[in-house]
């Protein structure tokens, strides 16, 4: 290959790496990282059915008004059973069981177990989106995740010794399943319907099951908690659960599900810092090291074909 040739690929590595699908996707993790913490205010004060319910119920609330204001074209009847499992899988179930595992576990426990969530993506890209990653790719999304785990498991090694997995691990294991193919199916469906349209219309399209849950859950709990209750709450609300899936599901339509999919490696330790910073919980000094490792992780996953 000419020096010419090597020049072409490199540029078309940095394209591909640097585009649009990637920057909207990183955009969107980052959004994301912060629920975890922002789940552990809110339980501190809140019934996690109210939490997980009633996000969803102020996040469609907002959707109907997006919708209504860009005049947003209905679903196609082809398209409603793909918005019911992104419905199922990031409406309901991801923050159900999430809100039901971080009520008695820390966040950065619960990184321990959402650091499967980007194999689990690649995985169901090949099963609902039809994408075929090659091996260089799924090894550089092995070394990642393995990059994570090593990490999570020293910072929150305490937290990992029992008889066994307990009934908040199943929980976070349940919600990674199901989040990764609400992230599939909506990476999929979002290149046809539009990146916040699809989140929103699953919202919309759940509003009556999550609507009455939360009035319920309300009428049986109560609404008496402290002002950061409400604050995490209103971040699940508005951040975690509708405008960050605007920049996620757009970087997955545009860049590809497995291979944006795996920007979640960065996720984790990105939770475990706001966990140091906002919550107090214990994160250890190895942060750098393993940032720069998933990092480059990433870019390897990038570049692959």
């Keep these: ?35 975890f913490p922002a789940t552990r205010l809110a ?6 059915w109210l939490i997980a319910f009633g996000r969803a119920t102020v996040a469609a609330i907002l959707a109907a008004a997006y919708l209504r204001a860009t005049r947003a074209p209905r679903p196609t009847r082809a398209q409603m059973p793909s918005l019911a499992i992104v419905g199922l899988g990031v409406v309901v179930g991801f923050p ?8 008695g576990e820390t966040a950065a426990h619960g990184a321990v177990v959402i650091a499967f969530l ?3 993506t690649a995985v169901a890209a090949v099963l609902r989106a039809g994408e075929r990653p090659s091996r260089r790719f799924w090894a550089a999304s092995a070394a990642g995740l393995v990059a994570v785990l090593a990490f999570v498991a020293i910072s929150a090694g ?27 199916e909506g990476g999929a469906l979002s290149r046809g319907l539009g990146a916040a349209n699809t989140i929103c219309w699953a919202l919309v399209i759940a509003a009556p099951v999550t609507a ?33 899936f605007f920049a996620w599901y757009a970087g997955l339509a545009r860049g590809g599900v497995a291979k944006v999919g795996q920007i979640q490696l ?5 939770t475990l810092v706001w966990s140091a910073l906002v919550l107090g919980e214990a994160v ?22």
């Design 284 to 305: 250890g000094p190895l942060t750098l090291v393993c940032a720069l490792a998933v990092l480059a992780s990433v870019a390897a996953t990038q570049r692959a074909r």
């Design 158 to 184: 305490a937290d990992l010794r029992g008889s066994g997995p307990r009934a908040a691990d199943l929980f976070l294991l349940a919600g990674t399943a199901l989040c990764a193919t609400g992230y599939a």
């Design 1 to 35: 290959m000419s020096t010419a040739d090597n020049a072409i690929e490199r540029r078309t590595i940095t394209r591909a790496t640097l585009g649009p699908g990637v920057l909207l996707g990183s955009l969107g993790i980052l959004g994301f990282s912060f629920s």
């Design 43 to 48: 339980v501190a004060g809140l019934d996690p």
């Design 96 to 103: 159900l069981f999430s809100s039901l595992a971080l009520e």
């Design 266 to 270: 960065a996720q984790p330790v990105l």
């Design 212 to 244: 009455s849950v939360a009035v319920t859950a309300a009428a049986t709990t109560g609404l008496h908690a402290g002002a950061t209750a409400w604050l995490g709450f209103a971040y699940v609300s508005g951040i975690s659960m509708f405008l960050a």
């Design 118 to 120: 980007p194999a689990a």
